[in-house]
């Protein structure tokens, strides 16, 4: 059986029996050797991690950036928001007041008995029949925008 060839960098280190002594230099040697063979695997091994690695950080800092940006714009949409309750709030308010006044200059007709117009629309009806009550002249009615019925 033959014994099997070990090298170092490219230097030969398989045993020979005819050259058993090693030294102290060669070990240093040898150790060195190995130190720069490793360190070299190392590095070949870590490039592509630290490519990645560089990937991860720049796709953190532009993640950090855009959530910063959405941040930002959500507190400012937030102080739009509240304009608009507090702006939709007052409008409210005035419509509220708005219709309250309009509600006291609304005519009001009490004793038509129900089915007193021959149609459904009722603004024509009351357009009319205050035209004949007033007695005004042919072609001549008021406009009525809406007219209700009510029953009591």
Known sequence: MAPEKLTIG?????????DAIVTKRD????RQ?????????VK???QPLQISLSDL??????????????????????????????????????????????RQLNLKFRGL????EQNNDLPVFMASWIA??????????PTILKAYRFSF
């Open 57 to 102: 950080v720049k796709e953190v800092k532009d993640t950090a950036k855009m959530a910063e940006t959405a941040s930002e714009l959500a507190l400012k949409l937030q102080g739009e928001v509240r304009a608009l309750q507090s702006t939709e709030q007052l409008t409210l308010n005035r419509i509220a007041t708005l219709e309250g006044k309009w």
């Open 113 to 116: 008995e129900e089915g007193v």
């Open 44 to 46: 070949d091994l870590m």
């Open 27 to 30: 070990l240093k040697e040898d």
């Open 10 to 18: 490219s230097r030969d280190v398989s045993p020979d029996p005819d």
């Open 132 to 141: 004949s009550v007033l007695e005004l002249e042919d072609g001549i009615a």
């Open 33 to 41: 050797i190995l130190i720069q063979e490793i360190s070299s695997l």
